[in-house]
């Protein structure tokens, strides 16, 4: 480890500290270093035969670090509702929450920050040996917007990193001057503030013009692959970008409320069929910009390939498709398509795409069972499956659709190499065992959390041997210390932007935060 502090979860992590300011409902804390956390062996596929403790027994078969979540934002764009958060306590409302966050003006610089923090970890912490990929499982901006697509390849691939859009500043609902008070307002709030009132959030002079300053990314020194998700595909991640909507995107006119008359008990199903609906009601001007325009599918391949492909290929480019595979020696990384075009948040698998699936999987497995449960022998060379994907099992459920997860499961499972599913999406982190009846084969579902959201962190995964003819998977979390180029200092205690973030991601909304539960080797 070259960092000259600890960013792995086993060394230390973050928590809540003493209170800074008290409001009327919460006290904002300061966020502090912590004890680390042990690894936690778990054998749940094994049964009795568990053992307590996991070493490697050679070098990893695989060192990756996972990100997913980043959500890159234009938090000026007129085709964001953040007024929408008024409607918290509203269950008609619930899946289109949250937003606003009140730390998004910080997200590029955050991102930069785990970058950085990537590029200077050498090694995995238990097969020692150093990560030669980074997979990114969706959700890579925030709005499908072009402008934000284009910040995130600069993260990623290095290059500038232009935060703010419109006019040169800050134009959005974080203004000191801008109507209503359920958002933070750093440079000070001129009447009672949800966030400064009730929540405790100081004041910050200056965060806003700064965060909104262009600066350069060296972008990740080694391979990185990339993955469609929602928030690619659909405004907000939950509507269908219409042609109203994509003129609106790049227009003048940003809506502050709801209109007159709305239907709120069909707010769900307005916002993912029609969401220009939501910008029909009263409204401010501000900065156009061209470059907010929305993307397709195709361009964000595109792009993508512009810069080498990042695992998008030609026949992606040719096909209109966002799925391809991405080879090395001894493991098959398999990346899934699984945003649902009809709007929604949550994913489907459609079924042309479990069928090239079946084909791709049968060309790494010496043996598999077909659909009827028959063995099949074949002379292909076995190899490990990795598959990734933003949505993973449980949020393959979008009601528009027949969504695909049982036959996506019930596939996996007859193909005894697939180990692992790497996904994101809920912005939390979860390792499922995912198991075929009658116990002929298992694998492990891991999701890692967001950048935008606390914990604010990625995962490091090691595959390994751990000896008697096991495989293991090492999983451990990595914070970033929000420090080095790109930060951002703001006049109120010349904090970083990164650990700025993360000081706001665990407040957001007053909600409870919980640390991130044990992860270990499975």
Known sequence: MKLGRPVLTTQRRLGAGAPIRTGSRAAYRAVVEVDGEPYVVRGDLIGDAAPTEVAAHGPAIACLAHITDLHVTDAESPARFEFVNREWDDPRFRELLTMHRPQETLNPRAIAAIVRTINEVEAGPVAASPIKMVAITGDAIDNTQRNELANFLALMSGGQVRPGSGAPGYEGVQAADWPGQIYWKPDGSPSANLFHGELGFPDMPGLLEQAMEPFQSAGLRMPWLGCYGNHEDVCQGVGVVTP????????????????????????????????????????????????????????FVEMHCELGGHGFTQQNRAAGTAYYLHDTEVVRFITLDTVCPYGGADGWVEPSQLHWLERRLEEVHSTFRSRDGAAVRTKNQDRLVVVMSHHGLDTLSNPRVESGARGLLELLLRFDNVVLWLNGHIHGNRITPRAEPGGRHAFWEVTTCSIADWPSQARLVELFDAGSGRLAIACTMVDHDGGGAGGCAPRAGRQRAGLWLRFLASRDAGRPQRDPPPEGPV
Not at 269 to 275: D, E, G, H, L
Request: no cysteine; charged share 25%.
């Open 244 to 299: 109203a909507l994509a003129r609106a995107m790049v227009g003048s006119r940003k809506p502050i409320a709801l209109p007159d008359g709305f239907d709120r008990d069909r707010a769900l199903a307005i916002f993912a069929a029609s969401p220009e609906v939501f910008m029909s009601g009263p409204a401010l001007e501000v900065t156009p910009d061209a470059a907010r325009r929305p993307i397709t599918r195709a361009e």
